[in-house]
């Protein structure tokens, strides 16, 4: 008897597989089939190549004024030619505006200054308009020495098209930035220096001495909660003194530093507030679970951060947002086998806030390897990518008979539109995340394997 129940159990989970094996290779075939018909081939990639490939996007973009772009992986040269391209096609044939990176704000300013024709050096730009160690990828300095070139060749007193970062300032986390969390309080106090000697002495006098604690990640889990306090009220209060004062700083400086000004400020908030995630005491051998919330501490400063943008620009302007996958979506963003979401993306809240002028691409790869080129001391290991589970999008999407392409997901038939809307894995050669890929997405992007190029 317990044989047979034995028996019986293995057939009944072998029937289930079975069916479970038919049902993928069938919805993998009719996804090809759809996929080869539907898809555009996406030529060669890079700031100098050809955009002839991209056309179809003006139709499935239309007439929306922010495009996302997501990134599969960070440190991958392919993504960041892949954006080069669609970037120099979004402003020569439709108008952008600006682009918008995964960035720290304060730091971005120096490229915004340098790509609209301020004097200086594209080595110095890119050095210290970069955080996270952006700077040392060659697609960076491509775009902004792209950028610099086509706002020169614009006859006088056109539009320049802009570039600015979203990001917390200060690249909180990475000790080898050339720039650090203090970035913002140290722009915001020279600008009093600059216009308000009085106020400058004042809030340097409040502020100064917390400096130190903030130059890196290492030092501020030793600072007591009175001077963690202390430095969040002079925040604040620096703040408020400069929307209280704006029409006199107006005038002693210009509308334009103003406002950056006042957002350094902002942003000198927004870093305080990750650091007052930190636990008391903490030091770096102590791991970085506390870091976790920042996750969404961090996308909704993204969107607000863009929000900004959006209003230096004026109501009329488009712009590229080029960001990592995990901030580019829709719908939350789950770690597999996770319950609670890991984040709510920026993508959600510009979806809320935008509604069908928001549009984004979702970019997939597969295989390859990649170098982080800024490690202090390392020697640039190749990270090999594993190959995607057999379930994931990657999977899916890399047995297509097309090396490079996009696809509208919008536009499936109705016999995949269920499948497309399940919660999938989506895997970036390291990890998987999980979101419903149609949902999350409004168009995707295959892009084959990658690799990494640094400047140095």
Known sequence: MRYHKLTCLFFSFFFSFTVLAQTRAAL??????????????VSDTGIDASAASLYPLKELIGNARIVGLSEAVHAGTEPLAFRNTL?????????????????????????????????????HAVEQG???GFHDFQQNADLIEWLRSYNDALPTGAPKVQVFGIDVSGSPGNLSAPCNPDTALSVVLDYLDANNGE???????????????????????????????????????????????????????SRRDYAWA????????QVDNWFRNMPQGWQLS????????????????????????????????????????????KTPVYQLGQVEPLTVPMGFYLDERFGADYVNILNMVNGGEIAFCNVP?????????????????EAYFSAVDIPRFFLDLRDAPESLADWLTEPRQHWNGFGSLVFPSSEAFDIAYYGGAVSSDCVN
Do not use: C
């Open 28 to 41: 993998q075939a009719e996804f090809l089939q759809w996929a080869n018909e539907a898809a555009h081939p």
């Open 87 to 123: 970037f120099r096609f979004l402003v020569e044939e439709m108008g952008f505006a600006a682009i918008a990176l995964e960035s720290g704000l304060v730091e971005s300013r120096v490229l915004n200054d340098y790509v609209t024709g301020s004097e200086g050096l594209l080595d």
């Open 286 to 329: 102590d791991g970085v679970q506390w870091n976790e919330v920042n996750l969404r501490v961090r996308d909704r400063l993204l969107a607000d951060n863009l929000n900004w943008v959006l209003e230096m620009l004026g109501p009329d302007a488009k712009i590229l947002v080029f960001s990592s996958v995990t901030h580019s979506g």
């Open 199 to 253: 106020a400058a002495a004042s809030f340097r006098n409040r502020i100064e001495g917390h400096l130190a604690a903030l130059a890196s990640t290492n030092d501020y889990g030793l600072v007591s909660a009175a001077q963690r306090n202390a430095l969040t009220a002079a925040i604040n209060d620096l703040i408020s003194h400069l929307e209280r004062y704006e029409f006199e700083y107006v005038a002693s400086s």
């Open 377 to 393: 001391g390392a020697d640039r290991q190749a990270m090999v990518l594993s190959p995607p589970p057999r379930d994931s999008a």
């Open 262 to 269: 006042l957002r350094s400020a902002v942003s000198a908030r």
């Open 130 to 132: 970069f955080s996270f």
